[in-house]
């Protein structure tokens, strides 16, 4: 964000600590394609603005504890 201009400061975060399990990693294929349609705009504003545009790559805040729950090995 800040190489774009944008001040990021993220000093707390809020994180579900019941199902650090549970990610976008154990989403459905037929929910992520739903995703993918309902906020295509989004998506469509991420590539045009950011140059991300790889609407199949999963991610994750690796970077809070127990935030990429069902990520494979």
């Known amino acids: 964000m800040e190489q774009n201009g944008y001040a990021a400061r993220m000093e707390n975060t809020m994180h579900n600590v019941v199902c650090n399990d549970v990610s976008a990693y154990s989403l459905s294929t037929e ?5 993918k349609e309902v906020y295509a705009a989004d998506f469509d504003l991420l590539c045009d603005k950011f140059s991300y545009c790889d609407r199949d790559e999963m991610t994750c805040h ?6 990429c729950g069902g990520k494979p090995s």
């Open 31 to 35: 929910t992520k394609n739903l995703i």
């Open 62 to 67: 690796e970077n809070i504890e127990d935030m």
